[in-house]
Every structure is written in C-alpha cells, then in structure tokens.
C-alpha cells in the first residue's frame, strides 16, 4: 500500500496566486515526521518545512505553511503568492521513528507558475 | 558552511563495467543516506549510515551495490557490472545527530547522473 499519496500530478498556477499541493500519508506508528522538498530542473532536492506528528501547531516558514489534519491523514502544503521561481517538482516525504530515520516519499506534485 | 558535494555530477557508462561516486556530507553531520531517484519519480531509500556503520539496507540493493563510509565522513556507492536499469539519479544526504536538530531533515547533494548505454 503506498504510504505518501500525492494526487496531483501537475499544476498550473497564476504568479501571486496562493497553491496548496496534497499529500496524504499511511502510517501506523504514533511517532512521525512530515517533509516537503522543491526539486528544480537542476535536480538538487531542497528541505522547505517539517511537522511532527505530536506538533500542535500547523509549522510555518516564510511563505510555506503546512496543513496538518492529524485524524485525516493529510500534510498539505501551501505556499502564498506564488512567484515564478516556485516552478518545480515538490515532493511530501515521511520518516516513521522505528525506520532508521529513512524517508518514504511520494511521486511528486510538478507546479508550473505562469507569469 | 558548504552543503551536501556529490562526486562526480554525471557519468555515462558502458554496460558490464563498475562505477564508483562519493558523498561528501555537511561536516559534523554523523547520518548519512543513499537515494536512487529515476525519472518522474519520489527517490527510493538504497541505504543508511550512522557515523562509520551501515545501519540499514533496502531490498533495492542487490549483491552488484556496496556502499562505504570507512572513517564516518565521506561515503561511496559502487555498482559493479552495470546494467541499463541502474541508471538514474543518484542522491546523497545528510543529517545532523539528534543533539543538535530533532527533526532529522535531511540536506541533499546535487546528485549524481549515471547512464548506463
């Protein structure tokens, strides 16, 4: 079963315009890290923001938040008024505490900011 | 402070024939990592280091894959007789110990391009 579900292919977005890209996740260990990573064309896979799953507040860094809906499942990130540059493949990971820290990670959502 | 170096960024290679790259991770990070990421993909874990010890290995690394950290630092990962479906992305990252951050995110290199015609 796939444990980082990432439903979205592909996006289009107007620069400026806010864009929330889905994951959702499958874990039965009560102790657990969310990830998001930008990965541009030039390949190098860039850390952006971190939850975990005891965190009582959704995490937040510059213009990325993470929605964290524990009971649902789901680590959805949002970025606010998108610029060019966030063009990129974006991929959500997790890291189960009983796994040797290794992350587990979805297929990718690939945003495409028009100007 | 230097990121994640991967060497070399690509290689191209003959089918049959071995190839080495190497990992050099921030310093003082004790946790270090090989992914394997093929096009239109989320990378696949290959394996796991805590200082000088191999720790974990996926089911993806067969017998052809070794992979080394001898003094705790740098790491490689060879393949021996390459094969046209090992080629991909290579992907190397590193993490800090507990002490410092506990949210063990992990800093990518740029990744090694192997093609294996």
């Known amino acids: 079963a796939q444990k980082i579900t990432q439903t979205q292919p592909g996006m289009f977005v107007q620069e400026k315009e806010a864009v929330t890209l889905d994951c959702t996740y499958d874990?039965?260990?009560?102790?657990?890290?969310l990830f998001w990573y930008k990965q541009p064309s030039s390949g190098e896979m860039i850390f952006l923001i971190y939850q975990g799953s005891y965190d009582q507040q959704n995490a937040t860094e510059g213009r990325y938040s993470l929605n964290f809906q524990k009971a649902r499942k789901s680590a959805n990130l949002v970025i606010s008024a998108s610029q060019l540059g966030d063009s990129a493949m974006y991929f959500c990971?997790?890291?189960?505490?009983?796994?040797?820290?290794?992350?587990?990670w979805g297929a990718g959502t690939k945003l495409i900011i028009k100007p | 402070d230097t990121g994640v170096s991967q060497d070399p960024r690509h290689k191209i290679t003959k089918r049959g024939q071995n190839v080495t790259f190497r990992c050099d991770p921030i310093s003082e990070h004790n946790r270090l990592y090989w992914y394997r990421q093929t096009l239109g993909q989320g990378p696949e874990f290959l394996t796991y280091f805590q200082n000088e010890a191999q720790l974990e290995k996926s089911r993806l690394l067969s017998d052809r894959f070794s992979a080394e950290r001898p003094k705790g630092s740098f790491s490689t990962l060879e393949i021996q007789r390459t094969e046209q479906g090992d080629s991909a992305m290579y992907l190397c990252a590193s993490s800090p110990p507990r002490t410092v951050k506990i949210t063990y995110e992990q800093y990518f290199g740029p990744g090694t391009r192997l093609t294996v015609t």
């Open positions: 990971a997790m890291r189960e505490f009983d796994s040797n820290y290794q992350l587990i």
């Open positions: 874990t039965s260990d009560p102790s657990y890290g």
